[in-house]
């Protein structure tokens, strides 16, 4: 399966703990972007990447969050000292910018998270 | 501000018959891209459709078309002899030169044998 792929699909923690969640792009696609997405919501932009470079962080980035891209290929999202609030599907999308690519960006599954 | 709306929380039509799902946005920008995207229960998102504001001809993906109305900004998705398959959740998505994409709250569609 050459798809985004994201690891795990599923976290349950209690409030309080870090999580960390990976994306995996699909080869060769040098954008890479995270959304979160609550129940009964579209998904909210959070953050992208261009190659390692993180290019822009939304506002509904709080602190306790961070994501990285270290080589450029897969990216990881953490959450310090969840909280209940942060109870959503996380969704990464990639895209490539390059060779005449559209700007369709292919969806992962999903990490969901549940904080207790 | 940019924002999309979908005013149809949720649909229900019998297979076969043709489905509208409205969608409305707004955007200071000129040059943007608009979206279907389906998301199936339990499976990830994927592209259905996708319009470049600056073409007049509305899009067409097989049984799914587009109505592009750009002065009312308006883009609503027709899907033609529904399926089964097509139950999901549909989202509008609107995207500007900044590469972000604003989803809508999303329309549950319903195919019903």
């Known amino acids: 399966d050459t798809g985004v792929s994201q690891n795990p699909r599923h976290k349950i923690t209690k409030r309080g703990q870090n999580v960390t969640f990976r994306c995996d792009p699909i080869s060769e696609h040098n954008r890479l972007y995270w959304y979160r997405q609550t129940l009964g919501q579209g998904p909210e932009f959070l953050t992208y990447?261009?190659?390692?470079?993180?290019?822009?962080k939304s506002r509904l980035l709080s602190d306790r969050f961070s994501a990285e891209r270290p080589k450029g290929s897969f990216s990881t999202l953490e959450i310090q000292r969840t909280e209940q609030g942060d109870s959503a599907m996380y969704l990464c999308?990639?895209?490539?910018?390059?060779?005449?690519?559209?700007?369709?960006?292919?969806f992962g599954p999903g990490t969901r998270l549940t904080v207790l | 501000a940019q924002t999309v709306t979908q005013s149809q929380p949720e649909m229900s039509v019998q297979e076969a018959e043709t489905v509208t799902l409205s969608c409305t946005y707004d955007t200071s920008e000129s040059n943007y891209y608009l979206f279907w995207y389906k998301q199936p229960p339990s499976r990830q998102m994927i592209l259905v459709i996708r319009?470049?504001?600056?073409?007049?001809q509305n899009a067409t993906e097989n049984r799914f078309s587009v109505n592009f109305q750009k002065a009312a900004k308006s883009f609503s998705l027709k899907i033609s002899d529904s399926q089964l398959g097509d139950t999901a959740m549909y989202f509008c998505a609107l995207m500007n030169r900044d590469d972000k994409i604003i989803f809508g709250k999303g329309t549950r569609l319903h195919i019903l044998p």
């Open positions: 319009q470049e504001a600056y073409k007049q």
């Open positions: 990447f261009q190659n390692e470079a993180q290019l822009e």
């Open positions: 999308a990639s895209r490539p910018t390059s060779g005449g690519a559209s700007n369709e960006q292919f």
